[in-house]
């Protein structure tokens, strides 16, 4: 990975934070965006320490504003020659009811549209970079959940994203593949009540062997970010570093359409941008 530039939202902790490491190690220059400055400067200096890599940079990004991921866009196609790596890591999950600065629910907010449009920002220079990849990684499941709750509904958004941006991107030279990182041990977790309940307290051992760790919840992004073989490859699903099966309403041609454009005209982005 030496010479590529890699962008990762949401990678002060967890999967997103072990998946910096790793391309770091491999000689990429990473870019952490992430929101919480303090939590962000931090990581980057521990990724830089167990790496060994000193090419890696913290710089904010929150997602729940469209300014400022308006600001971080600019920055990156301003300063940065190429990008070779995009990805989308960074996720909220099952938080009390809260609002983005423009007024959408955190969960759509933030895991679909500030991704939508932080990607569709980068569009461009992405396609000067290629061959680059975009690798979406939805919210880590950290329970086993009903398919009713909103996070699901905003995992199959990025489903449907992932879908349409690949009609988009045809021989541009630039991929999209989505991924499950697995069950895995985040604090995605720390808003459920029951998780603070006598019963999971007693089954937490037995839990920790089930769950997987962030190291290994962060391989299948590894794979999709530097595997030889996935070059040229777009419009997949992975897990456990292994090509896996969508449900139909995960590739449904004309829902992923509407929600391109709706979300196209919630973010506010331009007709030249929508291309």
Same mark, same amino acid.
């Given at each position: 990975?030496?010479?590529?530039?890699?962008?990762?939202?949401?990678?002060?902790?967890?999967?997103?934070?072990?998946?910096?490491?790793?391309?770091?190690?491999?000689?990429?220059?990473?870019?952490?965006?992430?929101?919480?400055?303090?939590?962000?400067?931090?990581?980057?200096?521990?990724?830089?320490?167990?790496?060994?890599?000193?090419?890696?940079?913290?710089?904010?990004?929150?997602?729940?504003?469209?300014?400022?991921?308006?600001?971080?866009?600019?920055?990156?196609?301003?300063?940065?020659?190429?990008?070779?790596?995009?990805?989308?890591?960074?996720?909220?999950?099952?938080?009390?009811?809260?609002?983005?600065?423009?007024?959408?629910?955190?969960?759509?907010?933030?895991?679909?549209?500030?991704?939508? *449009? /932080?990607?569709? @920002? +980068?569009?461009?220079? #992405? =396609?000067?970079?290629?061959?680059?990849?975009?690798?979406?990684?939805?919210?880590?499941?950290?329970?086993?959940?009903?398919?009713?709750?909103?996070?699901?509904?905003?995992?199959?958004?990025?489903?449907?994203?992932?879908?349409?941006?690949?009609?988009?991107?045809?021989?541009?030279?630039?991929?999209?593949?989505?991924?499950?990182?697995?069950?895995?041990?985040?604090?995605?977790?720390?808003?459920?009540?029951?998780?603070?309940?006598?019963?999971?307290? *007693? /089954?937490?051992? @037995? +839990?920790?062997?089930? #769950? =997987?760790?962030?190291?290994?919840?962060?391989?299948?992004?590894?794979?999709?970010?530097?595997?030889?073989?996935?070059?040229?490859?777009?419009?997949?699903?992975?897990?456990?570093?292994?090509?896996?099966?969508?449900?139909?309403?995960?590739?449904?041609?004309?829902?992923?359409?509407?929600?391109?454009?709706?979300?196209?005209?919630?973010?506010?982005?331009?007709?030249?941008?929508?291309?």
């Amino acid at each position: 990975m030496h010479q590529k530039t890699i962008i990762i939202t949401g990678c002060n902790t967890g999967v997103g934070k072990e998946t910096a490491i790793d391309l770091a190690k491999r000689g990429a220059r990473v870019i952490m965006a992430c929101r919480d400055d303090q939590r962000g400067l931090q990581a980057a200096q521990q990724v830089r320490q167990q790496s060994g890599n000193n090419n890696v940079t913290y710089k904010h990004l929150d997602l729940a504003s469209f300014a400022s991921i308006r600001q971080f866009a600019n920055d990156i196609i301003d300063n940065e020659k190429q990008i070779s790596v995009l990805i989308n890591n960074a996720a909220v999950a099952h938080c009390p009811y809260s609002t983005t600065q423009e007024g959408f629910e955190m969960q759509f907010g933030v895991n679909h549209l500030g991704h939508f *449009l /932080l990607t569709n @920002l +980068l569009l461009d220079k #992405l =396609k000067e970079s290629a061959p680059s990849r975009i690798v979406m990684s939805p919210p880590v499941y950290t329970n086993m959940q009903r398919l009713i709750s909103m996070i699901c509904m905003v995992k199959l958004a990025n489903l449907l994203f992932a879908h349409e941006l690949n009609k988009k991107l045809q021989g541009s030279g630039v991929t999209v593949n989505s991924l499950h990182p697995g069950v895995v041990r985040t604090d995605l977790g720390r808003h459920y009540e029951w998780a603070k309940s006598y019963w999971v307290v *007693l /089954l937490r051992p @037995l +839990l920790m062997l089930i #769950l =997987k760790t962030p190291l290994q919840g962060a391989q299948t992004s590894i794979y999709c970010a530097v595997a030889e073989e996935l070059e040229g490859v777009s419009g997949r699903y992975y897990s456990d570093c292994m090509e896996k099966k969508l449900l139909p309403r995960a590739k449904d041609d004309e829902v992923a359409k509407k929600l391109w454009d709706i979300s196209c005209k919630l973010v506010n982005l331009t007709e030249s941008k929508k291309k």
